[in-house]
């Protein structure tokens, strides 16, 4: 299996949009002025690529960070982990300097990679005037007026492209369209690559990571449920392809979960029926994340149904019965197991007979299948 560079990185944009509590499009809207604006410069192909897709990665490093020079380290070191090139990583670290030396390592004019300079305006353009809207005359000044007002931040060649781009009556129209996401794929064209499966599991491995480094009690809840599932689908015979697929879909299961407060996730006590309700939205976010990337199918399917149940209380679909399928039974098992290993600021972490006593019960319960439940017992501890 081979899934598309372009539409990958795209898909989990959305991810770290979520992780920052922004409108659903940031990273494509900044990825899109970046890109336009170097277009606009006659900048190499090659380099235009890397600038959207460093600009889709900008806010690789916010979620775990609380300050903007945290995010750009954080960002550089886990793009370096990425099978993608080092300028990228090294636009995003700089992505919020400053010509004139505010930015967070007071950088100056040319000390700062130009690709970062656009990708900073862009994020800066986007922060001012994020959302749909109808766009007009009016706009358009206030667009020109704040140029005016940050002149001393970036560099006048961006400006004038910039400038030169919102011209162009479609530039701002697109920007603000309410179908910007469908524009944006017949507007931007990068050269694209194939990822292979070590390519896949590299940026699942980073986005779990981010999802799991939110809280000190989930920090290995991903990559565990990938290791518990890529033992049993070859224990019990799934082929290469279907066990690569499992495991991409375990490390990505909980992306859902940036969009869930710590306040929540944290909690020590029982969850009110309101706090309920917003965690169980996650499953519901994981699947809408994963099914913006081409090729993703199945996979969006194992890892979006986790919290399915074969009684139909499950969430978020309610499926029932042989609506479940058996991969998706299985990660279902193996996120139950994992969870009930680890320690959670509710409790300590469980014995494991205790662990099987309570996965019997819900097997009884009609929630979890026996069978497979019996076979995987004979795998795991």
């Not at 600009?55 to 380290?73: K, M, P, Q, R, V």
């Not at 005016?148 to 400038?163: G, M, Q, S």
């Not at 599991?201 to 999802?211: D, E, P």
């Not at 039974?329 to 969870?339: E, G, N, P, S, V």
Request: net charge negative; hydrophobic share 40%; charged share 25%.
């Amino acid at each position: 299996m081979k899934v598309n560079e372009r539409s990958l990185i795209e898909g989990l944009s959305y991810a770290l949009d979520v992780a920052e509590k922004s409108y659903f499009s940031h990273a494509k809207h900044v990825a899109y002025t970046s890109f336009m604006i170097a277009k606009e410069l006659n900048l190499p192909k090659e380099q235009q690529t890397d600038i959207y897709y460093a600009a889709l990665l900008h806010d690789i490093g916010a979620s775990n960070s609380c300050s903007i020079e945290d995010h750009c380290i954080v960002g550089r070191d886990i793009i370096n982990n990425l099978p993608v090139k080092n300028s990228i990583s090294e636009y995003v670290f700089y992505h919020h300097e400053h010509v004139n030396g505010t930015g967070p390592f007071h950088l100056k004019g040319e000390e700062i990679p130009f690709p970062a300079q656009i990708i900073c305006f862009a994020d800066f353009f986007d922060t001012g005037f994020s959302g749909p809207k109808n766009i007009n005359y009016a706009s358009f000044k206030e667009i020109t007026g704040w140029l005016n007002e940050i002149k001393a931040l970036f560099d006048p060649e961006i400006f004038t492209a910039f400038r030169k781009l919102i011209e162009k009556e479609y530039f701002l129209l697109d920007y603000f369209n309410y179908e910007f996401n469908n524009i944006l794929s017949r507007r931007i064209e990068v050269q694209e690559n194939e990822l292979n499966w070590e390519g896949i599991k590299g940026f699942a491995q980073a986005f779990s990571k981010i999802i799991d480094m939110r809280s000190p009690f989930t920090h290995r809840h991903s990559i565990g449920i990938a290791e518990l599932v890529n033992k049993i689908t070859k224990e019990l015979g799934y082929d290469y392809e279907i066990q690569n697929k499992m495991y991409v879909a375990a490390l990505l299961h909980d992306v859902g979960k940036l969009a869930v407060s710590n306040d929540i996730l944290d909690k020590e006590g029982k969850l009110t029926e309101k706090e309920r309700y917003e965690i169980n939205k996650h499953a519901y976010y994981t699947r809408w994340i994963l099914e913006q990337i081409e090729g993703f199918e199945e996979i969006t399917e194992f890892a979006s149904n986790h919290h399915e149940k074969l009684n139909g209380n499950g969430y978020p679909l309610h499926l029932y019965e042989d609506q479940v399928g058996e991969l998706d039974r299985i990660m279902t098992i193996c996120d139950i197991y994992q969870a009930l290993t680890e320690e959670r600021p509710y409790r300590k972490q469980m014995p494991i007979a205790k662990v099987w006593a309570l996965i019997d019960e819900m097997v009884e319960q009609n929630q979890l299948d026996g069978v497979l439940v019996g076979r995987i017992k004979t795998i795991l501890p």
